[in-house]
């Protein structure tokens, strides 16, 4: 398929939008305040629509879509739950992160458990971003590309990792959350349109509701293979929920970036109210190319970009690639400046250089977003191996997930848990979720999660017994913010979690 001169025009000119906007936003970012937190001073609306943009990428539109095709609208727990579990980090995780004055989720192990438990997080933390996050995102922004333009898979990725990684190099935090404003309208508008001629060319949303009733169901038996009912209300679905939106600095940064703790909480519950609409523009096409265009779809992950292809007009496909290839770098941009904080924060500044002064630590944090982009895009292509994109993420973000949730958990909560227990936790995670993997492959991954976590529960719970610490530590600092909460806040979270629950009583 080749652009028509109107679907180029569309294309370009949204990237030298996003690009025009982020360069100008990110301009004289000299301190390590401002490149890596644009300056603590994001407002509620920002943050909101950049948390969004983050976290919707082509996983979502290629892989969930992916997921809606084969298993149906059960796979939106993970969208409806998200929201549940952002109510639960505004509340609880994001005054304590804020009084700690941090700039890193990993900093915080710091404080409250010492120097090796803070390393080993950052360690972890930086090879899961690259070959489980950055990849997987390349991967899956080229697969469409490909799917839809006829670009080689390898050279679309090269063009998103230096597009996205350039601005990204010169702007920070600022520039990054000013072009997730941007390409998070876009795409949340162009996921819409797809949806609306998708279900239209169904025979509208009665026809589609009669059709694919089969697929409309969220709740699944207890055993299935996938997305057992008891792992979505009580077990393993919180483990990666609470780790990916309350304790991933991928995520985190922009509301450790807030300029007050209101316009934090405010910001988060924005985007739980954004996240209750995605299954509707993203699943639901991808149930919809069932009934329309399976003869043409040979692997689930192809759904959402046969749908571009076969139902818009000209001018309206370079709109919704400049959406894809937006949702794309809106996510590479957030994962290359997250990676690059913690390296220069947590490795870097706390290891090599721990007098270096803020231009010194600006200029690696630079060179380490450069360095990420070309392995992401170099391990990329190895991903096609994977099978299911989105269900590669999930899984193998399994391997630390369980172990962070433990360890943050009781570093929280309990000031008695003891440095090596934390330590100990965040090491054994892995070889206990592995060999759960091998020796119980039938078993639904959200379980070998689960099981994951209480054990290394029962490990910090035991060691603090025997062991209490003594460690004297202060988990706050005059940062200077505002700490007041959002006013009306628990309202606001309360709604969330009503519509949740009214989601699933629909689509039962």
């Known amino acids: 398929m080749s652009l028509n001169a109107l679907d180029l025009f569309s294309f370009l000119g949204f ?38 943009a983050s976290n919707i990428s082509t996983e979502h539109f ?28 505004g509340i609880f995780f994001l005054p304590k992160f804020l009084r700690a004055g941090i700039y890193t989720i990993p900093q915080y192990l710091e404080i409250r458990f010492g120097r090796t438990t803070r390393t080993i997080m950052a360690v972890f933390m930086m090879l899961a971003y690259v ?101 979505v209300f009580v077990g393993g679905l919180w483990i990666p929920n609470l780790f990916y939106w ?38 639901f096409p991808g149930i919809a190319a069932t009934e329309l265009f399976a003869d043409q ?4 992950d192809q759904a959402y970009a046969v749908l571009i292809r076969e139902l818009l007009p000209a001018g309206l496909t370079g709109i919704m690639f400049a959406a894809l290839f937006g949702a794309v770098m809106s996510s590479l941009d957030s994962m290359l400046n997250s990676a690059a904080t913690i390296f220069t924060i947590d490795v870097y500044q706390t290891h090599v250089a721990p007098d270096a002064p803020q231009k010194q630590l600006v200029r690696v944090g630079r060179v380490a977003t450069g360095v990420l982009v070309v392995v992401g ?82 490990w910090l719970a035991i060691m603090t017994q025997m062991r209490p610490s003594d460690y004297d530590f202060v988990l706050e600092i005059d940062s200077g913010l505002d700490l007041a909460p959002a006013r009306y806040g628990n309202i606001m979270g309360g709604l969330v979690v009503a519509t949740v629950v009214g989601l699933y009583v629909v689509f039962y």
């Open 15 to 52: 990237v030298a939008l996003v690009i025009g906007v982020s360069l100008y936003a990110g301009r004289k970012e000299e301190s390590s305040d401002d490149y890596f937190l644009a300056g603590r001073g994001l407002p509620w609306w920002l943050i909101g629509f950049s948390l969004i």
């Open 62 to 89: 290629v892989g969930m879509a992916g997921r809606g095709y084969e298993l149906g609208l059960a796979i939106a727990s993970y969208e409806w739950m998200a929201a549940v579990t952002l109510v639960i980090v």
């Open 131 to 231: 070959f489980v996050a950055l990849a997987t995102v390349l991967y899956a922004g080229a697969l469409a590309i490909e799917q839809i333009f006829g670009l080689g898979t390898v050279k679309a990725i090269w063009l998103i990792g230096l597009l996205a990684g350039a601005y990204t190099i010169y702007g920070g935090l600022k520039a990054v959350v000013w072009s997730d404003l941007i390409q998070g309208i876009a795409l949340l508008i162009g996921g819409l349109v797809v949806t609306v001629i998708a279900i239209d060319r169904v025979g509208g949303m009665g026809a589609f509701l009669t059709n694919h009733a089969d697929r409309l169901h969220t709740v699944l038996p207890w055993n299935h293979s996938e997305m057992p009912w008891v792992a």
């Open 246 to 283: 309350g304790l991933n600095q991928f995520i985190t940064q922009r509301t450790l970036a807030a300029k007050s703790l209101a316009d934090g909480q405010r910001g988060i519950y924005l985007a739980a109210a954004l996240k209750l609409t995605i299954p509707f523009i993203i699943i």
């Open 297 to 300: 779809i040979t692997v689930a």
């Open 377 to 458: 895009c170099l391990w990329a292509p190895i991903v096609a191996n994977a099978g299911s994109i989105f269900q590669y993420i999930q899984m193998f973000w399994g391997f630390i997930s369980p172990a962070i949730v433990a360890v943050f958990l009781f570093g929280l909560y309990s000031k008695r848990t003891p440095s090596f227990a934390a330590s100990g936790a965040l090491l054994l995670g892995i070889p206990i979720y592995g060999t759960l993997l091998w020796m119980l492959p039938d078993i639904a991954f959200l379980h070998h999660m689960m099981i994951t976590f209480v054990a290394l529960s029962i």
